[in-house]
């Protein structure tokens, strides 16, 4: 059982920076691919970005450059810095866990950009 806690968020202007981190905990051997998915309202959860326990990682076309995820595996935590934000990029960003062939997911954070 992995238990997910995220942390970060908040409100930003167009054009400004936040982070996001997401804890995992619990009985685990290990998690092959952490990241992270977000929801806006009246739209269906969609990937942001995520990274394998061996460094590859997958962006959505709407984040590529602007977004980066980092892991350290030793904390079991996995980062998105979130930089030349926009008001699309709106939403509650979920954390996700692929572990022991199981998908976890977070409370959820919510982001909101706007000016």
């Known amino acids: 059982q992995v238990h997910l806690m995220e942390s970060g968020g908040g409100s930003v202007q167009p054009g400004g920076s936040l982070s996001l981190s997401c804890v995992a905990s619990?009985?685990?051997?290990?998690?092959?691919?952490m990241g992270w998915y977000r929801q806006a309202p009246g739209k269906q959860r969609e990937l942001v970005a995520l990274q394998a326990s061996r460094g590859t990682t997958n962006y959505a076309e709407s984040v590529k450059g602007r977004f980066t995820i980092s892991r350290d595996n030793a904390k079991d935590t996995v980062y998105l810095q979130m930089n030349s934000l926009k008001p699309e990029d709106t939403g509650v960003y979920i954390c996700?866990?692929?572990?022991?062939?199981?998908?976890?997911w977070g409370q959820g954070l919510q982001v909101t950009v706007s000016s």
């Open positions: 619990g009985d685990f051997f290990g998690i092959s691919v």
């Open positions: 996700n866990a692929f572990s022991d062939d199981k998908l976890y």
